[in-house]
């Protein structure tokens, strides 16, 4: 689909000794082995192809979330709480956390691991950072194959993180089972500068900063925007409904549309959500 | 397209690591890396050795550099890449230590496994230089 991709299409799916070692130590737990395979998936080392056709009948177990919003909007704090929230209930996470690289340099300054506070030493939350790269479109595969080792490692939940500043980002939590958006209280700009493809995908609305001023009237402007999309189907209506997203996605079976229910309830439930006024 | 069928970059961790609060060096020299065109995560300040093993690990990064003035470097280097070679990811890890570091202790860092080390005043060039010829290769 994407131009970059094409040329991998040579790259027959036949593993390497070495590769195939790399996929049976990461099926066993190693960390080190998932960390190497997501480098390789990340580099497009010679090889990945057949890693993730490998580690693809692995996959199936975890309820991929998506947060995404403007850049500050608290993503990674409240990815933190949530993954903190999901360790208490005995789930085991996996995070993959994009931030945009620099189109001068191809550098990047990957901040999203400072939030992780609360996990800080829990192997069990497995935590990686992505430079989007400049990827043209290239980026949602990659991270899409990222997650496929996270949950083919065994995590209960993998959480996407990305900014929606661009449409490559947008198509990065698209590809989760459940997408959080993060809109926090300001001047009411925020919502207007929403960019429209966010809103379509969105399944939970977050009005994260509660504690900010014009927490309220932020909430009133994305349910006025919401409804005007959907016909009046929001917060936990929406979850309890399927949201229009998931029901108009045909081709997504219909145990994947379940699931993805679940894991709206989960977001919910984990309290990381609606508890956002105590923090701080 | 194929430049862009692999693409390279070399990934740091600017680690802080116990009760040192000073992170002006460790700022400037993330924002350094970035410039040369690393990519660069930043493990934040108070950091346990643990933690910083474990985000060297996870973030599968080609250099870990540790930043400490605080004069804590004798016990918590030794720790981190004890932490290292326990996950098997010493070998493959540069792995450099920059800030307040008194002469006499630099060779025995060195003798641990530290591959250099950068006090104030060293050139961010040399410094960006040693690790585009110091990079581990990997398979
Ligand atoms: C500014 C400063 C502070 C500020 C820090 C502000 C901040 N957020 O960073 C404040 C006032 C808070 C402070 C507090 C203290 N400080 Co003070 N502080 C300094 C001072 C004057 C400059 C440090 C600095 O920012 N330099 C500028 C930056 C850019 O340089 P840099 O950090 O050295 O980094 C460069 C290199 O070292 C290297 N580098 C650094 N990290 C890394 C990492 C990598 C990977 C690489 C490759 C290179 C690299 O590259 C950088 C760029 O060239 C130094 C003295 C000095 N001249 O170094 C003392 C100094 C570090 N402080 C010292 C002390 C003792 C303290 C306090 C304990 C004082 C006290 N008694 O209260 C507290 C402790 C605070 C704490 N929680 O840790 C001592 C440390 C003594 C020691 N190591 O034995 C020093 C050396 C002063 C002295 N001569 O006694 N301090
Ligand atoms: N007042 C308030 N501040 C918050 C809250 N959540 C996060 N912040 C602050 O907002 C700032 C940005 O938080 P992050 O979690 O890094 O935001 P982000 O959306 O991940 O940022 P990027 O990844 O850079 O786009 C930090 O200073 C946080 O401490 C909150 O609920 N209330
Ligand atoms: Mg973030």
């Known amino acids: 689909m994407d131009r970059s991709d094409a040329p991998a299409l040579g790259d027959a799916p036949t593993l390497s000794a070495a590769d195939a070692t790399l996929v049976d130590d990461l099926l066993d737990g190693s960390h080190r082995a998932l960390a190497r395979v997501i480098t390789k998936i990340e580099n497009r080392t010679p090889g990945y192809r057949a890693i993730v056709s490998a580690l693809h009948e692995h996959t199936g177990g975890a309820d991929i979330v998506g947060v995404t919003g403007s850049p ?209 | 397209m194929s430049a862009e069928q692999q693409e390279r970059a070399v990934r740091c961790l600017v680690a802080k690591v116990g009760l040192d609060g000073h992170d002006r060096g460790a700022h400037v020299i993330a924002r350094a890396f970035r410039d040369a065109g690393f990519e660069v995560v930043y493990s934040g300040l108070h950091r346990a050795p643990d933690d910083i093993v474990q985000a060297a690990v996870q973030e599968d990064v080609d250099v870990l550099g540790i930043s400490i003035l605080s004069g804590a470097h004798n016990t918590l280097v030794p720790k981190v890449i004890e932490g290292l070679e326990e996950y098997d990811a010493f070998d493959d890890t540069l792995v450099l230590v920059g800030g307040i570091i008194p002469d006499e202790d630099e060779a025995d860092l060195k003798e641990l496994g530290v591959a250099e080390v950068f006090g104030p005043g060293t050139p961010m060039e040399e410094t960006i230089e040693f690790i585009r010829n110091n990079v581990p290769e990997r398979a």
């Open chain 1, 72 to 280: 500050g909007a608290g993503k990674s704090t409240l990815v933190d709480k949530l993954a903190a929230a999901y360790r208490d209930r005995g789930d085991t996470v996996g995070v993959i956390a994009v931030d945009p690289s620099s189109p001068y340099t191809g550098g990047a300054l990957l901040g999203d691991r400072i939030r992780m506070g609360s996990n800080v030493g829990d192997m069990d939350v497995f935590f990686r950072s992505m430079s989007a790269r400049g990827q043209l479109g290239g980026l949602s595969t990659a991270t899409a194959d990222a997650v496929k080792a996270l949950d083919a490692f065994g995590k209960d939940v993998v959480i996407l993180e990305t900014v929606g500043a661009g449409q490559n980002e947008v198509d990065v939590v698209r590809t989760a089972d459940t997408v959080a958006v993060l809109v926090q209280p300001g001047s009411g700009d925020d919502v207007q500068t929403l960019k429209a493809g966010i809103l379509e995908i969105g399944d939970v609305f977050v009005v994260n900063k509660a504690d900010m001023d014009g927490a309220q009237r932020t909430v009133a402007e994305l349910e006025e925007m919401v409804h005007r999309r959907e016909g009046g189907t929001t917060g936990r209506d929406a979850v309890r409904g399927g949201s229009p997203r998931l029901r108009s996605r045909g081709r997504v079976r219909e145990r994947r549309v379940r699931r993805a229910r679940t894991g709206i309830r989960r977001v919910v439930d984990a309290g990381g959500v609606r508890d956002r006024r105590k923090h701080r």
